[in-house]
């Protein structure tokens, strides 16, 4: 039995090549592990006033022919109006306070709404939503949804209930080029929010997960009724110390 030089040449330079793919792979998951373990410990203590949803915004409106512009404001979560914090949980998340990141209950019932077509369901933690928010993109696939649920393990590893809920009421858009409840209580009700009442906090959180539909100042029936039932849930949400001032 014989070997044809040819072939054993050509095997070897295609091993070589495989040999630096995975190479150049294992080196580029190396840099993405040690870079989003950077990124999430340096955004437990720093305020984040850029993320990738704002700047993706930017060139919305600049590819609509309109100005950039981001209005945003970091305020310490002591500084926001404790109905602000139970209004959200109220209506985003009502297990905030309890879950590892995930409502595994929520998913499953998504699921099955899902299943029957028509509009789609999401289960979507705050704590998801402040992985999606600061760390990636807007756009829904399979590589988002596997990344938002690799950062929210890190968030909720490294980063305490209350330093999550601080980046999300700093970080969520709540109208268009609007980020966070600090301008959103300036821009719709003319005061910070550290003295957003009830009514008010009920309101910006009837515009969530959709913003830019909905305005707090020109409220439809909708956001009317769903507002009376944040002001009813919020009124059960657990108590917290960082989330008693008022």
Not at 80 to 99: P, Q, R, T, Y
Not at 193 to 204: C, D, Q
Request: proline share 4%; net charge positive; glycine share 4%.
């Amino acid at each position: 039995m014989f070997s044809i030089p040819f072939l054993k040449s050509k095997e070897k330079k295609n091993r070589g090549k495989l040999d630096k793919v995975l190479i150049w792979m294992r080196r580029f998951l190396l840099f993405f592990l040690l870079s989003s373990l950077l990124a999430v410990w340096v955004f437990r203590f720093v305020p984040i006033r850029l993320t990738p949803l704002m700047l993706i915004r930017v060139c919305q409106q600049w590819s609509d022919g309109k100005s950039a512009k981001i209005q945003q404001k970091w305020v310490p979560i002591e500084k926001i109006s404790a109905h602000m914090i139970h209004c959200v949980i109220a209506s985003e998340d009502n297990k905030f306070l309890d879950h590892n990141g995930f409502d595994y209950e929520a998913i499953k019932k998504a699921k099955k709404q899902n299943k029957k077509g028509g509009k789609v369901y999401g289960a979507s933690t705050i704590s998801q939503q402040v992985a999606k928010n600061v760390f990636l993109w807007p756009r829904r696939s399979w590589i988002r949804k596997g990344l938002e649920a690799y950062f929210t393990v890190l968030i909720e590893i490294f980063w305490s209930k209350e330093r999550i809920m601080e980046v999300y009421l700093n970080v969520v858009e709540l109208g268009d080029g609007i980020y966070g409840v600090e301008s959103a209580s300036t821009f719709y009700y003319m005061h910070s929010s550290s003295k957003l009442n009830r009514y008010e906090a009920a309101m910006l959180a009837t515009c969530l997960p959709s913003p830019l539909k909905y305005n707090p100042k020109k409220p439809t029936q909708k956001m009317l009724s769903k507002q009376v039932k944040i002001i009813n849930l919020s009124k059960k949400v657990k108590q917290t110390s960082w989330g008693l001032h008022f």
